[in-house]
């Protein structure tokens, strides 16, 4: 933890101002740190343990900062361009892994309403990343307002198919019946028009409030 402040940490600019020698002063601050600890190993009797966090603790602010670089992983199979939903996907990743996991315990164990929950509350996370204000930058790609609700309703329409084949999968393979395939379709049309008014309509209604208010008025009813 020590480590990962002192290579973190932005104030030494600061502090190089303030004092000429800043080494010596980081010095005495992570011994001063690290002594509770080194106290409690000498109490054990692990005294190997104290002089080594002891030495540590000298020498950290010697060593140089270490840059962590890190390429964002490609998402080949997302529609191209659509940066705000990679965006979306990315974010929310983690809630996408958790809710397949529910999705396939419900299938193991034959309780299909818990593929139906997990499948819906996808769909309202991959609708809800649409409520941010769209960047001006981005607007330039597109000629006029009808080139971008095309745009958006094509990549709208396969990212949400694409990422919900998983679920559908598990839904599937709970049962055969024809009944949770009308299911499926009726979610994906739902979820697409759901994120597609809420795209739409925030280029129309420039106020969050109201935009959320017809949010639940009329895009969650429906």
């Given at each position: ?84 939903y990679i965006r979306i996907f990315r974010q929310s990743f983690w809630v996408y892994i ?125």
């Open positions: 933890l020590l480590a990962g402040y002192h290579n973190v940490r932005k104030d030494k600019e600061f502090l190089r101002t303030l004092t000429p020698h800043l080494s010596v002063f980081l010095i005495k601050e992570y011994t001063l740190i690290a002594l509770p600890f080194a106290g409690i190993e000498i109490i054990k009797g692990q005294f190997t343990d104290a002089i080594g966090l002891w030495l540590f603790a000298a020498l950290l602010p010697c060593l140089k900062k270490i840059k962590l670089k890190h390429k964002p992983v490609r998402l080949p199979f997302l529609y191209k361009g659509s940066y705000e958790l809710l397949f996991l529910f999705a396939t315990a419900g299938t193991v164990h034959g309780n299909i309403k818990i593929n139906k929950v997990c499948l819906i509350l996808w769909g309202l996370v991959q609708a809800s990343g649409y409520l941010q204000t769209m960047d001006n930058r981005y607007l330039l790609h597109f000629k006029n307002f009808k080139t971008l609700c095309l745009f958006q309703l094509k990549s709208i329409a396969w990212n949400v198919f694409i990422t919900s084949i998983p679920f559908s999968l598990a839904l599937i393979a709970s049962t055969y019946d024809q009944d949770e395939i009308l299911f499926f379709l009726s979610y994906y049309t739902a979820t697409l028009i759901y994120a597609i008014g809420i795209g739409m309509l925030r280029h129309i209604i420039p106020s969050p409030l109201l935009l959320f208010i017809v949010q639940l008025s009329i895009l969650m009813p429906f």
